[in-house]
């Protein structure tokens, strides 16, 4: 999810940790608490800050081993301990088991997005993403700044946040029903489908939809169950060549082959470079595929540049890569 929701759920399990007795009675224990709970709700995404190194890494690992169930144990410890030493005399164990209920809440619903998490590392290094909720969920931000509201005017928090949580986990199993509908239509429409992606959007009934049979690639949206169908791409294999060969080795392009399930490719000869461009089909937004990995490959079979990420447009993505076409 987006900071945002994480920070109103953290703002919610507050609420909802003031119902422990030896938090509502003890001051040190509540402040410690409630900074545990607070800042748990948000440390599994302080990976965000590889992004300031390159792309390339923040694809590797955004949501990767900070989430991961070594992780969602050792934060709540990490904290407690951080906390307790700046608040002496609060209690250990009640301010860990709360900031471990905001850690597991934060990776738990991060799951049911399309990006996903490697939530089962160290068991599995394969990427869990249900893809149910879009990262931000205008409903689900929307109910708990209510709740939140409600709550201030002094209403029992966890009347509140009890009714809160029943309507959002009935909200889910919409969004599932809805989903198993939509696949179920774009399966009707397209027969010869062997796979079929679908992501959430920020509108409820609205999806994206990847599907490739056996030589097509399909990419379009639905609205409920009336599918549309935008663009149809041929599914060639990449070639077997000593281009494609030398940018599938960039640490950029790996990275995109790592991250993406779904994509096509186009290998264009610019000036005196060779262009191997690897495109996502899940992205698609305005007639634009905006996540790309591309590399520039000389002569000589060197990289000479390379990048990915989302762009917008082909001028910045050869302002990226540093590169004059004409």
């Known amino acids: 999810m987006d900071t945002g929701t994480h920070i109103v759920m953290g703002v919610a399990i507050s609420g909802i940790a003031l ?15 409630i900074g545990g709970i607070m800042i748990g709700s948000l440390i599994p995404d302080i990976d965000t800050v590889l992004k300031l190194r390159n792309n ?13 169930i070594p992780a969602v144990l050792l934060w709540p410890l990490i904290l407690t301990i951080l906390l307790s030493l700046l608040l002496p005399g609060a209690n250990f164990l009640h301010i860990w088991a709360w900031t471990l209920l905001a850690v597991f809440l934060h990776v738990f619903v991060d799951i049911f997005n399309a990006y996903g998490t490697q939530a089962l590392r160290p068991f599995s290094q394969k990427w869990v993403a249900i893809g149910v909720i879009n990262t931000f969920d205008p409903n689900i931000f929307v109910l708990h700044v209510v709740a939140i509201g409600i709550w201030s005017f002094g209403v029992n928090p966890i009347f509140v946040f009890a009714i809160l949580y029943s309507i959002i986990f009935i909200y889910y199993l919409l969004r599932f029903a809805v989903k198993a509908a939509v696949k179920h239509a774009v399966a009707n429409t397209l027969p010869d489908a062997s796979e079929i992606i679908i992501s959430p959007t920020i509108r409820f009934f609205q999806w994206r939809i990847v599907a490739s049979s056996e030589t097509c690639h399909y990419v379009g949206r639905a609205y409920g169950r009336a599918i549309t169908i935008y663009d149809r791409f041929t599914r060639d294999p990449i070639p077997d060549l000593p281009v494609v060969e030398a940018a599938m080795q960039d640490s950029n392009v790996k990275a995109f082959t790592e991250f993406s399930p779904i994509y096509r490719w186009e290998i264009t000869k610019i000036k005196d470079i060779c262009e191997v461009r690897l495109i996502d089909l899940r992205y698609r937004s305005n007639d634009y595929y905006p996540f790309v990995a591309v590399a520039h490959i000389d002569d000589e079979l060197n990289v000479v540049n390379s990048y990915t990420g989302w762009i917008f447009s082909e001028a910045k993505l050869n302002k990226k890569l540093n590169f004059m076409p004409y």
């Not at 390339?56 to 991961?68: D, F, L």
Request: aromatic letters at 4%; a neutral charge; zero cysteines.
């Open 56 to 68: 390339a890494v923040y694809i590797r690992h955004h949501r990767g081993i900070t989430h991961s």
């Open 19 to 33: 119902a422990d007795p030896v938090i509502a009675s003890e001051t040190a224990t509540m402040h410690a608490a």
